[in-house]
C-alpha cells in the first residue's frame, strides 16, 4: 500500500496485538495521523509511520467510538497532501495596510 486517504480502514501492528484505526489525516509521505482505541484513556489520535500500518477490509467493533472521535475533532488547518491542490495554506491575515483617511475637506 503505497498511499493511506483519510477515513480508510487500518491495522497498527504496535509489537503486541494488532490495534483496529481509522486514518483521520496524511500530513505528509511519512506521518499519518490515525484514530485508535488507547486501553487507559479510550479512542485517542496517534501520529504513525505509514510503515507500521496495514489496511482492513471489514468494519471493527468500535469504529464506532473510533468515527465519533474523527467526528468532533476540528481538521488541523494545514495544507498537507489530503487538501486539494492550489487550496489557501493556514490563514490569510491583513495582506494590506489600510488606506488613507481623509480630514472630511
Known sequence: MDAFRPG???TYASGGPDVDGIVF???SETKVVVALID???GPVLRTLDPEVLAE???EGARDAALRGLIRRTPPSGRGGRSQ???SVQGRR???RS???R???K
Open 98 to 100: 489600510a488606506t488613507h
Open 84 to 86: 486539494a491542490k492550489g
Open 93 to 95: 491575515g491583513h495582506a
Open 25 to 27: 489525516e496524511v500530513p
Open 56 to 58: 482492513r477490509a471489514e
Open 39 to 41: 486501553p487507559q484513556r
Open 8 to 10: 480508510q480502514l487500518v
Open 102 to 104: 481623509t480630514t472630511g
